[in-house]
């Protein structure tokens, strides 16, 4: 069973919609027996680094996934902000990530001030390939996807990322660390390249 | 590198689908979860749905067609029509939608922007105008589906939004309506100089070279309703989106 975690951070009707299309069974849950018999996890979210991490420490869901992820090696896939928290840190915050990958989280910044890029990262942007990882297995050459941030990860071990994206400079747009996947988009709002990797990460992951 | 999203513009009436020419003579174009089933099908970047007929009316969102919808949108969707609550938009968001649009209760309370922005995020917060060029040339917004005049200034009002919250514009040509003759481009000039958000364009297009001059005179993101859901010159009905390949001219302008 897949378990989508439920920390009252966004939009999780657009990852259950997608689980729908691709017929695979997933719960919206934060009950912390349901995540006990998960044999997949997904941590998503928007909003803030501080009130992603306070609202799984209210929800008590933090001991669980620090189990789960690291002793029982569940495969997790972490989506945008949820991605974002299994690092360090985050210059957004003043709390302590998971620390699961070895990155911290940064907001953009572009050293030429005449740039018109802008933030938020929003929009489709296309992904750099560094490393072979099952999540891609078999993506779409053309592959696109949405994205809207305005803070990405820099990883220490280069070993760890899997892709990367351009906006102003190249970021980590997915990495990996052993069962531990996340992507800075928004597959559940990236057509059939979404889809394929959600079932890659369920079937292959 | 992003590319320049192209967003069909969807009108609700009631619970069918609806096309305008100039916010008048709304004319049925078909059942709504079966064209968001074909622009879901086409990959298109983003889609928009406005219900005319919610605000006007005096009536809330259709929650019930917001889920179906969603539930056939792979892409990022975004809502709009008689939103007036914090509460309807979370209703809206739990339903699988990212963005909502507000448009005559931007005008009518501004700091609801605010409140939206602060509890959801600018990025899911989009601000619509309609506007139309008076006899002396000025540009002038108009609320409930083109219907009242409110007397705002275009260029003030932009710039309030956006110190609100908001986190893109979405302008239209109540002018250009329809006409698939190409875009206001002095309309998409001057609002594009008041603002710093993304500013997405619609009202007028009729080919893909409109949408590069939109974005050359300084849109972010194009909108169409006709160009996407007419065909040929009889305009019959037929949803349609270039393929990919195509819009490729629009990035890197």
Redesign the interface.
Known sequence: MVVIIDYKTGNLGSILNMFKKIGVEATVSSNVLDIERADKIILSGVGSFDSGIDNLKDAGLIPVLNEMVLVKKIPILGICLGMQLFSKKSEEGKLAGFNWINAETVRFKFDDRETNLKVPHMGWDTINTKRESPLLANMYQEARFYFVHSYHLICENQEDVIATTNHGYEFPSIVQKENIFGVQFHPEKSHKFGIKLFENFVNLC | ???T?VIPSLLLRDSGLVKTVNFKDAKYVGDPINAVKIF?EK?V?ELILLDISATVGKKKPNFELISQI??E????FGYGGGIREIDDIKRI??????KVVINSYAVENPLFIKEAANIF?S??IVVSIDVKRTKSGNYEIFTNSGKEETGLNLKDFIGKIEKMGAGEIFLNSIDRDGLMQGFDLSLISEASKAV???LIVCGGAGKIEDFKEAIMAGA??VAAGSMFIFYGRQRAVLINFPH?KELDLLNNL
Do not use: H, T, W
Not at chain 2, 93 to 98: A, C, D, K, M, P
């Open positions: 590198m992003l590319k999203r879901n990959e970047d969603a539930g949108c792979f892409m990022p968001f739990n339903l699988g939608v990212e995020g990025q899911s710093s958000i993304p972010s993101a990919q």
